[in-house]
């Protein structure tokens, strides 16, 4: 982007334009051009202005300041994009259902992770063999089978209150043990 003006053309020196020449004349097609990338205006202007900071702070020795321009805001769109990527949402969309949280990034949990989620489950394992065995059968049916209180009623001819009390003594002891073997807080 250099200029010669008439009296500096002649002695073959040629004159740079000014870092607000630059900004006046690239700014507009350097948002549009970041908009396209990112999706999403208000980061698009955000990539542009950090765009400009950085060659504000090394324009003298930038040769080609529009090339420049124009890497740098790819790059800085790319890294906006694996940045966001990366981000859930604390919004709830309209319309979706609170219970359900959204679905993670990467589903697959890293191996150091998957090897702490089977010890865990291990010792729940164990911690449930610990139990009475009618406390073991309503676990199953509550959790495995998904059954309610009524139908874990209906099936083991206990009360509902006692269903309740027995799975609620039970789930307290497993919890208990899962606590201090340091599995939850």
Same mark, same amino acid.
Request: proline share 8%; no cysteine; hydrophobic share 40%.
């Given at each position: 982007?250099?200029?010669?003006?008439?009296?500096?053309?002649?002695?073959?020196?040629?004159?740079?334009?000014?870092?607000?020449?630059? @900004?006046?004349?690239?700014?507009?097609?350097?948002?549009?051009?970041?908009?396209?990338?990112?999706?999403?205006?208000?980061?698009?202007?955000?990539?542009?202005?950090?765009?400009?900071?950085?060659?504000?702070?090394? @324009?003298?020795?930038?040769?080609?300041?529009?090339?420049?321009?124009?890497?740098?805001?790819?790059?800085?769109?790319?890294?906006?994009?694996?940045?966001?990527?990366?981000?859930?949402?604390?919004?709830?969309?309209?319309?979706?259902?609170?219970?359900?949280?959204?679905?993670?990034?990467?589903?697959?949990?890293?191996?150091?992770?998957?090897?702490?989620?089977? *010890?865990?489950?291990?010792?729940?394992?164990?911690?449930? *063999?610990?139990?009475?065995?009618?406390?073991?059968?309503?676990?199953?049916?509550? @959790?495995?089978?998904?059954?309610?209180?009524?139908?874990?009623? *209906?099936?083991?001819?206990?009360?509902?209150?006692?269903?309740?009390?027995?799975?609620?003594?039970?789930?307290?002891?497993?919890?208990?043990?899962?606590?201090?073997?340091?599995?939850?807080?």
């Amino acid at each position: 982007m250099a200029v010669a003006p008439p009296n500096e053309a002649s002695a073959g020196q040629p004159r740079r334009d000014s870092l607000e020449d630059v @900004f006046l004349a690239l700014e507009s097609r350097l948002l549009g051009y970041a908009h396209r990338l990112v999706n999403n205006l208000d980061a698009a202007e955000d990539v542009v202005q950090e765009a400009f900071l950085r060659l504000h702070g090394q @324009f003298e020795q930038v040769q080609d300041p529009r090339r420049w321009l124009y890497r740098t805001v790819h790059n800085l769109a790319l890294n906006h994009r694996r940045a966001a990527g990366r981000t859930i949402s604390l919004e709830q969309p309209e319309g979706s259902d609170l219970a359900s949280p959204p679905p993670p990034v990467d589903p697959q949990p890293l191996p150091d992770e998957q090897i702490a989620r089977w *010890e865990n489950v291990g010792l729940v394992r164990l911690t449930l *063999e610990t139990l009475d065995p009618r406390s073991r059968e309503l676990i199953r049916l509550k @959790f495995q089978e998904n059954l309610s209180y009524k139908q874990i009623t *209906e099936r083991t001819g206990l009360t509902t209150g006692h269903v309740g009390y027995l799975l609620h003594h039970a789930l307290k002891a497993v919890a208990g043990e899962l606590a201090r073997n340091g599995v939850i807080p």
